[in-house]
C-alpha cells in the first residue's frame, strides 16, 4: 500500500458517500495502530499496537480488541465473509504473535496487521453488497468470536507471565 493511501482521509472518487464517515474513522483507527509514529533517522513508521504490547497481560488483549472495531465496521459495511475471514486471520496472526514477550512486539513493528486489513476494505467498498438474514447472523457470531478471542489471548498472556514470574 503506498503512503500516501494510508494517511489520506479524504474519500476516493470510486467510494461510495455514506461510507466515508466509517472509512474514515476504521483508516485513522489502523494508522493510529500501525503507522502513526516515525521512528527517529529512519523511514520506519511505528504505531501503539506495539507500545500497548510491551503492557503485560492486556496490551495485547486491548489492541486486538481495537482492531477488531475495524473488523466490525467492515462487516457492517457489507464486506463478503471471505474479506472478512481473511482480516480475522489477519488479527489472529498478529494477536498471537504479538502475545509473544519481546520477539511478538518486534512482530508487531513490521506485520501491520491493521493496514492490510484496511487494504481489504478498500477494495471492496467499491461494489456495495446486499445483506441478508444469514448474513446479520454471520455478523453476530463474528463479534461474539472476535470478544472470545481477545479474552482468550489476555488470559493466556496472564498465565504466562505468571508462570514466568513465578520463574524468577
Known amino acids: ?4 493511501r494510508q494517511v489520506n482521509n479524504k474519500p ?9 464517515p466509517r472509512l474514515k474513522r476504521m483508516r485513522q483507527l489502523s494508522q493510529l495502530l500501525d503507522s502513526a509514529i516515525v521512528i527517529p533517522g ?4 511505528i504505531g501503539i499496537d506495539p507500545i500497548l504490547g510491551l503492557i503485560p ?4 488483549t486491548v489492541s486486538a480488541a481495537l482492531s477488531g472495531y475495524i473488523i466490525i465496521e467492515a462487516a457492517r459495511m457489507g464486506l463478503p465473509r471471505k474479506a472478512l475471514i481473511q482480516m480475522v486471520i489477519n488479527l489472529g496472526v498478529d494477536t498471537v504473535v504479538g502475545s509473544v514477550p519481546i520477539l511478538g512486539d518486534i512482530f ?7 493496514l492490510r486489513n484496511m487494504q481489504i476494505v478498500e477494495s471492496h467498498v467499491q461494489t456495495p453488497l446486499v ?5 446479520r447472523l454471520f455478523i453476530g457470531l463474528l463479534i461474539i468470536g472476535l470478544i472470545t478471542f481477545a479474552l482468550a ?9 505468571n508462570f514466568v514470574w513465578n520463574l524468577l
Open 108 to 114: 508487531d513493528v513490521v506485520s501491520k496487521a491493521n
Open 1 to 4: 500500500m503506498d503512503e500516501s
Open 12 to 20: 476516493h472518487a470510486d467510494t461510495h458517500s455514506s461510507h466515508f
Open 131 to 135: 445483506r441478508n438474514k444469514s448474513d
Open 57 to 60: 497481560g492486556g496490551g495485547d
Open 42 to 45: 529512519t523511514k520506519q513508521r
Open 153 to 161: 489471548v489476555g488470559v493466556i498472556t496472564v498465565a504466562i507471565w
